[in-house]
Nanobody, 125 residues
Framework: QVQVVESGGGLVQPGGSLRLSCHAS????????MGWYRQAPGKQREKVAK???????????FVKSRFTISRDAAETTAEKTMYLQMNNLNSEDTAVYYC???????????????WGQGTQVTVSS
């Protein structure tokens, strides 16, 4: 069983900041990476940021150093908490933000993606 739960969305003014959290837990397998994706109305879902279990970070081109992904130090291979600090937000950042956990397991071994329900971020004055 896999649970992926996001929190922290809301309404923020342009130029403001917001911090999103995502908690993932699995009963079998290992969480090898977690990431944030977003989808605005009428647009495709796009990658915001990703962090692997080795701590390797990657970001979408539009982030431009405004966002920072991080993870809780008190984590295990079966339970992780990830954060997305978003600064200098603008109206184009308005979207539903989804958390994804990449879980390695099974026979044969393979990585399966598990998504959260999403959290709305609205940037507006």
């Amino acid at each position: 069983q896999v649970q992926v739960v996001e929190s922290g969305g809301g309404l923020v003014q342009p130029g403001g900041s917001l911090r999103l959290s995502c908690h993932a837990s699995v009963s079998m397998g290992n969480i090898v990476a977690m990431g944030w994706y977003r989808q605005a109305p009428g647009k495709q879902r796009e990658k915001v940021a990703k962090i692997t279990s080795d701590g390797i970070e990657s970001y979408g081109d539009f982030v431009k150093s405004r966002f920072t992904i991080s993870r809780d130090a008190a984590e295990t291979t079966a339970e992780k908490t990830m954060y997305l600090q978003m600064n200098n937000l603008n109206s184009e950042d308005t979207a539903v933000y989804y958390c994804k956990a990449d879980v390695l397991g099974g026979n044969p071994m393979m990585v399966v993606d598990y998504w959260g329900q999403g959290t709305q971020v609205t940037v507006s004055s």
